[in-house]
């Protein structure tokens, strides 16, 4: 009888063997399955998924609003229509480029406001300046092209998501890649040039508006102040003339008043050319220039010019007449016991500040002096700023170019 040899005793723990429903030590090599995506994939998908509401909103309003602005362009509700559904465009790009940099990390500037003022003025200009917004147009040329695109790339990622999804990176970079392009090339600001074209054209009409407000003012000075005395000085020295030998002393009276009014015309005259340019500005510069303009004022002025050339001859004058115009509405509105101009130089830039102790409330709203005042600064590059809380006081800053004399 052979002897069995027995079966080896395990005193440790018995391997456990896996059950018919559990995974094998070679299975367990293998990953799970998932979406092995970053934060900016997921974005873009998020993009392309939301291109098919936004690109049917944005469609169904231009598509109306054009219909409706073409149709009615025969009539005088037209063109303002046209007008106010650009401005609603307008309003489109600015929410699509607010997209555009949340999903999809491009940042795309917004573009300037609409230039106000300019030749045309009141709804009329308005409605001009609208329809020639080329910002507005290519917002709604992108707006009209979205709608197919908005489509295909919602029905695209939708498809890959749930049965493509391992090319699903790939497709939505790709189509995310088009949409920045797009976004870039159609709702960015237009370009350097366009835009300074369109603010030299707001600035001339600006030059062009003022020029003929001051040939105005002077034909209204001239007609209404020295011509006027001129006319009746003639005739005073007519009369004068005809009783010279028959009352002698009644024509000297006359004489003597007809001096009078040589006096005053003369007076007109010197001050009607002051407006124009005066002659101190041109011999001695601004400083002695607003000296002089201070010394008129009805409020006591301390004058600080600190500036160790003269600039070009336009500005400067331009400069003048500011604090000029500044200082009447300190005599008439302020109520101030004290006032103060500075001039000074910093860089490139001319800065001149006139301050008073008034009752403040000044604003270039309304139609008021001060707004003509900062649209003629905006004509040649400048800057206008009121600090004016009621109560006062009232601090008004201006900047201009430096440009040096020839």
Avoid at 275 to 304: M, W
Wanted: glycine share 10%; proline share 6%.
């Amino acid at each position: 009888m052979t002897a069995r040899t027995p079966a080896p005793i395990h005193t440790g723990p018995r391997p456990r063997v896996p059950g018919p429903h559990e995974a094998g030590p070679e299975d367990e090599r293998l990953p799970p399955a998932r979406f092995a995506f970053d934060a900016w994939t997921w974005k873009e998908v998020l993009y392309l998924l939301s291109n098919l509401l936004t690109s049917l909103l944005g469609f169904v309003y231009v598509a109306v609003w054009l219909f409706a602005g073409v149709l009615l362009s025969v009539t005088v509700v037209g063109l303002p229509l046209l007008a106010a559904g650009l401005m609603g465009v307008r309003f489109v790009g600015r929410m699509e480029r607010g997209r555009a940099r949340a999903l999809l990390g491009v940042r795309v500037d917004e573009p300037s406001p609409l230039p106000r003022g300019g030749s045309r003025r009141g709804a009329v200009g308005w409605v001009w300046r609208t329809l020639k917004d080329t910002v507005a147009w290519r917002t709604t040329l992108y707006t009209l092209i979205r709608l197919p695109w908005g489509v295909l790339t919602f029905g695209v990622t939708l498809a890959a998501l749930f049965v493509a999804w391992p090319v699903l990176g790939h497709l939505a970079r790709a189509m995310a890649s088009a949409d920045r392009a797009m976004a870039r090339g159609l709702l960015s600001p237009s370009d350097e040039l366009e835009r300074r074209v369109a603010e030299l054209e707001q600035d001339r009409g600006i030059v062009v508006d003022t020029a003929a407000a001051d040939l105005r003012r002077i034909e209204r000075d001239l007609h209404d102040g020295a011509q006027a005395r001129l006319v009746a000085l003639a005739m005073g020295l007519g009369l004068a003339k005809e009783k010279v030998l028959e009352d002698p002393e009644a024509a000297a009276k006359m004489v003597d008043e007809a001096h009078g009014e040589v006096k005053l015309a003369l007076q007109e005259l010197r001050d009607l050319a002051r407006g124009i340019h005066p002659a101190v500005l041109t011999d001695r510069g601004l400083d002695a220039a607003l000296s002089s303009v201070a010394g008129r004022c009805t409020v006591p002025v301390a004058v600080h010019v600190d500036l160790d050339s003269r600039p070009a001859p336009a500005i400067e004058g331009i400069a003048y007449f500011t604090v000029s115009e500044l200082l009447q509405n300190v005599s008439k509105h302020s109520r101030a016991r004290t006032a103060e101009v500075e001039v000074w130089r910093r860089d490139d830039r001319l800065l001149l500040q006139v301050r008073d102790d008034g009752q403040g409330g000044a604003s270039t709203t309304g139609g008021s002096g001060l707004a003509g005042l900062a649209e003629r600064l905006g004509s040649v590059d400048g800057l206008f700023e009121v600090d004016s809380p009621v109560g006062g006081p009232t601090v008004v800053t201006a900047e201009l170019p430096w440009r040096s004399r020839g």
